[in-house]
């Protein structure tokens, strides 16, 4: 069964620091670039970051750049979303996805593995 376990959300005080996980099961995440998206109450859901397979180069939103790190631990086949310098705007659910390119827009339609979500709150 291919499936994303993702743990790490919680309620968090602006300027703070949260670690966003993405443990992958029946596949090997590093054959595949890796996104996380997030969907914010009444919005749709939008890309936040990618990490692609072949080089291990990354993409960032505008929103997140500078603040948000990717990164992958092959040996534990997990995914992480390191996020600092949170802002209210940041609230949301997040999801990891098992995506065919990093141009998340582009390849939306094709996403087939998606985590359950986990809830980010960025509030004081």
């Known amino acids: 069964q291919l499936q994303f376990v993702e743990s790490g959300g919680g309620l968090v005080q602006p300027g703070g620091s949260l670690r966003l996980s993405c443990a992958a099961s029946g596949f090997t995440l590093d054959f595949y670039p890796i996104a996380w998206f997030r969907q914010a109450p009444g919005k749709e859901r939008e890309g936040v970051s990618c990490?692609?397979?072949?080089?291990?180069?990354?993409n960032y939103a505008d929103s997140v750049k500078g603040r948000f790190t990717i990164s992958k631990d092959i040996a534990k086949n997990t995914a992480y979303l390191q996020m600092n310098s949170l802002k209210p705007e940041d609230t949301g659910v997040y999801y990891c996805a098992r995506i065919n390119g990093c141009d998340w827009n582009r390849h939306y339609a094709t996403v087939e593995v998606w985590g359950q979500g986990t809830l980010v709150t960025v509030s004081s």
């Open positions: 990490i692609n397979s072949v080089d291990g180069s990354t």
